[in-house]
């Protein structure tokens, strides 16, 4: 849980140490990609994710009852402070875990319903909370796109899905082939080319 002033003062504190903690759950979350074991992986992803929700629940259930909205300053009690702490770091860390492994954290997410209401509040809640900016807002966007919470835009693309990186992998194939190819009949022309200078030569030398 991250330490900062109270008041309205704290969104700037709380920003910079948010974006420090922030470094360092991105790179828990690389660690877990580098898993070459599939089911190695699974398992700790799921794992995180029924930790990182029990916690969530929790936060929401207590920040509810005390009546802190978003936007408020940033409460001087303690528990009050870690709740809403809690609620914006394990939210970011979804986000991680969703873009960056998409089909396993679907495949244990989608099945979840009250996930997905959780997600939703927290969601609403971050996004008013005042703290997610820069890298950390677009974060939000796109975990927000790539589970539903608004609808896709045009331009939306995850490349760690592992049915794109199939259709990269074939597109460069693709490609490499169509430029082998394009370089062979070129050769090949060349060749023929070459054949008829040489007849050409040889019949008005004959």
Known sequence: MLEVEHGYGFAITYRKLFEEHRAVQLEAVKSIQKFENY???????????????????????????????????????ETMKEAVSKVL???AM?????LRNPDIAHAIYDRKQEWK????????????????????????????????????????FNPFRIENQLKQVLFS???????????????????TNKRKIL????????
């Open 94 to 98: 979804f986000g991680d875990l969703v």
């Open 39 to 77: 089911q190695h992986r699974y398992s700790l992803i799921e794992l995180t994710l029924k930790k990182l929700f029990t916690v969530t629940e929790a936060a929401k259930q207590n920040l509810t009852t005390w009546g802190y909205l978003p936007g408020d300053p940033f409460p001087d009690n």
């Open 89 to 91: 770091e394990n939210t």
């Open 173 to 191: 194939l693709s490609l490499s082939l169509s430029l082998s190819l394009s370089l062979s009949l070129s050769l090949s022309l060349k060749q």
């Open 199 to 206: 007849n050409f030569s040889i019949f008005f030398s004959s």
């Open 117 to 156: 209401e959780l997600i939703g509040w927290s969601y609403w809640f971050c996004k008013e909370s005042g703290v997610f900016d820069g890298a950390s807002e677009k974060l939000l966007h796109l975990m927000a796109q790539e589970v539903g919470l608004i609808p896709k835009e045009d331009t939306y």
